[in-house]
């Protein structure tokens, strides 16, 4: 049994199927990428998995429990954290203040901003904080406004936004939409260091085959709103449904 495990999931949008009947298994410390054309119900999918979406039938189970009928906030803090297409940082505070922020989130999922006055000079927890953005290589930027920040620094920001929560399952909607190639090999290459060095289970979703090839361990191919094909990325390159109607070439 995966970490997360989603079940005979099925979601109508008035006479649009956007789910019929998904059955997808994540197992846990691994990545895996879930891929499709648009309209293949890739979004749909995640808004189940994050709460925002409350599938018709079906059931969806993370580390043995039900997400089903949560609010966001309470998946989130049963151990998932989302990165979303366009990066989701607060731009009027520093870098650093958006990685206390996590820290000080309340039950209900609300954000004590003037919380920073209090709590600065608790020193674990700036450490704890700064540590963060040593990993994901941002440290000298900490006393930047983040709206100042590139695309691609935005992006490490608000990966050190989710894993100073420590989560055991990060969802990445394309976190390499907008980005330059140059951008998009470091997110990859952040990604990898991140995977290596802390258990962690990534569920990707994303476009660029570049990306899902240089990352994903197993690979869901969605059609329409159903599973195509779930294999090894080696076996789903070459998998002839998959490249006549889904994939064509990828980027080598």
Do not use: W
């Not at 925002?52 to 998932?80: A, C, Y």
């Not at 901003?113 to 994901?136: G, K, N, S, W, Y």
């Not at 989710?162 to 990859?188: F, W, Y």
């Not at 994303?206 to 329409?224: G, K, P």
């Amino acid at each position: 049994m995966g970490l997360l495990e989603v079940k005979n999931v099925n979601k109508r949008f008035g006479g649009l199927q956007a789910l019929g009947d998904v059955n997808l298994s994540v197992a846990e410390n691994t990545v895996h990428a879930i891929i499709g054309p648009n309209g293949a119900g890739k979004s749909t999918l995640l808004n189940v998995l994050v709460g925002k979406l409350i599938p018709d039938t079906g059931s969806v189970i993370f580390d043995g429990q039900s997400v089903l009928g949560r609010k966001p906030h309470e998946i989130n803090q049963m151990g998932i954290s989302r990165v979303f297409q366009t990066p989701e940082i607060f731009g009027d505070l520093t870098v650093l203040e958006n990685v206390l922020i996590p820290c000080f989130a309340r039950r209900d999922g609300s954000f004590k901003l003037h919380a920073f006055e209090t709590v600065m000079h608790e020193r674990e927890i700036v450490d704890m904080a700064e540590q963060m953005l040593t990993d994901v290589h941002m440290i000298e930027k900490r006393n930047l406004q983040a709206s100042t920040l590139s695309r691609g620094d935005k992006r490490r920001l608000e990966m050190a936004m989710c894993l100073v929560q420590q989560p055991k399952l990060l969802l990445l909607d394309e976190p390499t939409a907008g980005m330059a190639r140059a951008d998009t090999n470091n997110t990859i290459d952040l990604l990898k260091e991140i995977k290596a060095t802390r258990p962690i289970t990534m569920a990707i979703i994303e476009h660029d085959m570049h990306v899902v090839f240089s990352l994903a361990e197993r690979i869901t191919v969605l059609a329409q709103g159903t599973p195509l094909v779930e294999d090894a990325p080696e076996n789903i390159k070459g998998h002839p449904k998959v490249q006549e109607a889904y994939l064509g070439q990828s980027h080598e």
